[in-house]
């Protein structure tokens, strides 16, 4: 499959309708996604990006019913992260002399994966390539989301290849964003910027200052993964900046594992209770056994405030709720509070590590939290309400 993006642009890439698994298995990708290629042919020919190497035969095979794949003058690396460059080995064995246009830091980083000494040229923001009447504009962009990364911007044709910015994980056979369904299309990129991007927010704020300080024209915005923006492309980076400022709306997300209904039992209480104390406020659970973490993760970051939950177990927590705390420590969240919760037998640790973990990761821990004996009794899920109905205060 490939399609005309604009003039003598096209779309050269993999639609992956099967993957439900990325980064091995740290992130869901429920719709698919795509792995975006994209050609070039003015009077030279440049190819930017590649594929999956899982799909790097037919990638080649379906380029070269495109374009002889000696026709092709230049290489463009903007990221070496292998869903990106996994088809460069299998392209570079048709073209080995063909010159690749990345970062200093991509070359290192290609040479890392691949073990090839291909004919690497180093580029830096403000770097151009002539493709003859036209040129690509070289931007660097480290740590959005690795030090390699780079964005390019074809004159003329106003269009910005992003990389991994404004991107999402989303299959679909419109691939253009004005004919796709809108609320899909905006859960899977704040999901896309809450789980892979929220920790390099200060760099993605300041690389779309840089960008838009250049005066480019923009028509199109052609990210690695998902569809493409063309209507109204500014949209997406508008809303980019809003996710990097320490993004919150008025949600409060509930999460926590059980091992005998007890923590179960306090979370629903202690969500009555601040529904009674406070209407305004969207209240969400997510039991960590049941729940994708990526959505939960997505979840957070919409949060002000979270409130985590666990039975103790072994002096401890349940792996559930550790691997989540841990993974948002390192998504480092911003101008968010916290509390912790949890049932125990006879010793009652559970909160207070929780508690630990998320002071450690950044969040406010507005008190102490609360614990309440064994499967909650009358007693017990009242105390929950009333914690319930003191939070909104706490949280404000």
Not at 203 to 221: M, R, T, Y
Request: charged share 20%; proline share 4%; with cysteine.
């Amino acid at each position: 499959m490939s399609f005309n993006i604009k003039n003598n642009v096209s779309w050269v890439g993999k639609i992956d309708w099967e993957l439900r698994k990325f980064h091995g298995n740290e992130y869901s990708t429920h719709r698919g996604s795509t792995y975006n290629s994209y050609l070039i042919k003015e009077e030279k020919v440049a190819l930017i990006d590649t594929v999956w190497n899982p799909f790097a035969k037919e990638f080649i095979k379906n380029l070269a019913s495109e374009i002889d794949l000696n026709q092709i003058d230049y290489v463009i690396a903007n990221h070496a992260e292998s869903d990106h460059s996994g088809a460069l080995p299998e392209l570079m064995r048709h073209i080995p002399e063909t010159p690749i246009y990345c970062t200093k830091n991509g070359v290192k980083s290609l040479k890392g994966h691949y073990h090839q000494d291909w004919n690497f040229n180093v580029v830096k923001t403000g770097d151009r390539l002539s493709l003859g009447q036209k040129e690509l504009v070289f931007i660097e962009a480290p740590m959005l989301h690795w030090p390699d990364t780079m964005f390019c911007y074809l004159t003329e044709y106003n269009i910005l290849f992003s990389n991994d910015a404004f991107g999402q994980h989303y299959a679909s056979e419109f691939m253009f964003n004005d004919l796709v369904d809108q609320a899909e299309l905006f859960a899977e990129a704040i999901k896309y910027y809450a789980n892979i991007l929220t920790p390099f927010s200060p760099q993605v704020a300041a690389k779309i200052k840089e960008v838009l300080s250049f005066n480019l024209p923009l028509d199109i915005i052609c990210p690695s993964h998902g569809v493409l923006w063309r209507d109204n492309p500014g949209q997406i980076a508008e809303q980019y900046m809003q996710w990097a400022d320490n993004y919150q709306e008025n949600q409060v997300t509930i999460i926590y594992d059980t091992m005998w209904n007890g923590t179960r039992v306090m979370a629903e209480h202690i969500a009555e209770g601040i529904g009674l104390s406070d209407k305004t406020v969207n209240v969400k659970l997510y039991n960590l056994a049941k729940r994708d973490k990526n959505d939960v993760i997505t979840e957070v970051f919409k949060s002000k405030a979270i409130l985590v939950g666990s039975p103790t177990v072994n002096k401890g927590i349940l792996t559930s709720v550790a691997a989540l705390l841990e993974e948002i420590k390192g998504l480092k969240f911003k101008n968010k509070k916290a509390a912790a919760f949890g049932c125990y037998g006879w010793s009652g640790e559970s909160v207070k590590v929780i508690a630990e973990s998320l002071t450690t990761a950044g969040f406010d821990v507005v008190d102490e939290g609360l614990k309440v004996t064994w499967n909650p009794d009358d007693a017990g899920i009242e105390s929950c309400v009333d914690y319930g109905r003191g939070l909104p205060e706490k949280l404000a």
